[in-house]
C-alpha cells in the first residue's frame, strides 16, 4: 500500500519561509516523478511544482517560480519544498503527489496522494 505523509505546514508571517517534506511507502520512490499541489479554500486544486526520477529537472507554476524550490533524496524516499518569500496568497492546504513510474514528470499526473498540509501566511 503507497503512503504519502506530508509535513512542515504552519502558520508564518509574509516573508518567512518554510520547507515542506513529503516521506513515501509502499512506491518505488526512486523510479517515478514527484511533485505538490495545494488548493486555497473555494478554490480547485493547483499544481506547484514536480521534479523527475533523479532530480536532474524540475518543474514550478509561474506564481512559484522563483521563491518555492523543489528537491528529493531518493536513499530518504523523500521529496521537499522549499518555500520563500511566502505571501498571504500561498495560503493553502499542500499535498504532495507521485506518479506511475512510466509517467512524465510535467506535466505532472498524481497517482498517489498524501493527506496534506497546511501552509497559513499572515500578512
Known amino acids: 500500500q503507497v503512503q504519502l505523509v506530508e509535513s512542515g505546514g504552519g502558520l508564518v508571517q509574509a516573508g518567512d519561509s518554510l520547507r515542506l517534506s513529503c516521506t513515501t511507502s509502499?512506491?518505488?520512490?526512486?523510479?517515478?516523478?514527484m511533485g505538490w499541489f495545494r488548493q486555497a479554500p473555494g478554490k480547485d486544486r493547483e499544481f506547484v511544482a514536480s521534479i523527475s526520477r533523479t532530480g536532474g529537472s524540475t518543474y514550478y507554476s509561474d506564481s512559484v517560480k522563483g521563491r518555492f524550490s523543489i528537491s528529493r533524496d531518493n536513499a530518504k524516499n523523500t521529496v521537499y519544498l522549499q518555500m520563500n518569500s511566502l505571501k498571504p496568497e500561498d495560503t493553502a492546504l499542500y499535498y504532495c503527489a507521485a506518479s506511475r513510474s512510466y509517467r512524465r514528470s510535467y506535466p505532472m499526473t498524481g497517482d498517489y496522494w498524501g493527506q496534506g498540509t497546511q501552509v497559513t501566511v499572515s500578512s
Open positions: 509502499g512506491h518505488t520512490f526512486s523510479t517515478a516523478p
